[in-house]
């Protein structure tokens, strides 16, 4: 499923326009992202939690060469399924 096929059910189910249902998730969207570039967490009670995982700097190999080469450190997106979603998916 795509953005696209994702707007066009939240519209038929809330029974709003397409362009407000691509409004809402483009909020939706864009304020997880501000909250976890904040650090924050974002918890969806029952389809899961987002937050922001740090990932060390550590040695790597590059698989064309084998060369060894140096990866920085990041900040990396975590999701964690709910038991609600885990239950629905596992049906």
């Given amino acids: 499923m795509q953005k696209s096929d994702l707007v066009v059910k939240i519209a038929e189910e809330a029974g709003i326009s397409k362009a407000a249902a691509d409004r ?3 909020s939706l969207l864009g304020n997880l992202s ?5 650090g924050d967490r ?3 009670v029952g389809f899961g939690t987002f937050s ?3 990932r060390s700097a550590r040695m790597g190999r590059n698989p064309q060469t084998g060369e060894a080469i ?3 450190a990041a ?5 964690s399924a709910g038991k609600t979603l885990k239950d629905a998916v596992n049906k």
């Fill in 70 to 72: 140096k990866i920085k």
């Fill in 34 to 38: 501000k909250a976890l570039k904040k």
């Fill in 52 to 54: 922001v995982s740090k």
């Fill in 42 to 44: 974002v918890s969806l």
């Fill in 75 to 79: 900040k990396v997106p975590k999701f």
């Fill in 24 to 26: 809402a998730l483009g």
